[in-house]
């Protein structure tokens, strides 16, 4: 444990600082767009709109963070789900996976603060709430598919693009546009998580704990399943490619690039 957190402490940080950056940009943008008293959201009194250009900028600093110098020194997965799919898939160390967690909760939970001390009434008003995530008119049970269905789509598609030389250098793009479109799209259903420490950052601070179970459940059940499948049929096609070659494993467990 100690020689881990010696050895990549600075990847800790990281994790903590861009979910923290992430979280920051959510409730500032959602400030201008939300906030009754903002010129912004007088000026533009289309909902869907506004909705729109939530997701957008969402889409962008996802890219961002991720295709940042800063984000690229720790991955970066933001997300405690992707971090255990990727232990389970053995590409992160036991001690790594559980600081990257730790962090990401902590990292989280900081934007959340910091927002709230520098933005101050606004942040707390009905209409932003800490953009807490709770299930919408739809109920509880929309709002776990539509998480699930996300995540599994999110991991698929970054797995995809990780295993393929041709696609690798264009998975910030796959993340940002998926991220941009889940806000834009998706937000009516649950509020748009698939992040367990990105609900729980909101919730913590609002004091909100509704269907919580929602966001912790379908994310790691996607995200964990999703990839488990995924390696699993690749490695089924690998072997009946190579038949009992002896390097038909190591084609079949080549090394996953995460975000």
Known sequence: MLEALRRNWVKYLVEAGALGCFMISAIMIVVLMEYPGSPVHAALPNGTIRLYIIGAELGVTAYLLVASPWGKRSGPHMNPAFTLSFLLLGEIGFWDAMFYMIFQFIGGFAGVQLSYAVIGAPVRHPSVGFVVTVPGQ??????????????????????????????????????????????????????????????????????????????????????????????????????????????????????????
Not at 184 to 210: C, D, K, V, Y
Request: hydrophobic residues 50%; contains cysteine; aromatic residues 12%.
């Open 138 to 259: 739809y109920g509880v049970l929309a709002a776990f598919l539509a998480e699930l269905g996300m995540s599994v789509l999110l991991m698929t598609s970054v797995l995809a693009f990780g295993q393929s030389k041709r696609l690798q250098s264009w998975t910030p793009h796959l993340v940002g546009l998926l991220i941009g479109l889940y806000c834009a799209f998706e937000a009516p259903f649950s509020g748009m998580s698939i992040n367990p420490a990105r609900t729980f950052a909101s919730a913590l601070s609002a004091h909100q704990w509704t269907s919580l179970w929602v966001y912790f459940v379908a994310p790691i059940l996607g995200m964990v399943g999703s990839s488990q499948i995924f390696y699993y049929v690749r490695k089924s096609r690998a072997g009946r490619a190579d038949g009992d070659s002896a390097d038909s494993e190591d084609q079949a467990s080549a090394r996953v690039t995460s975000l």
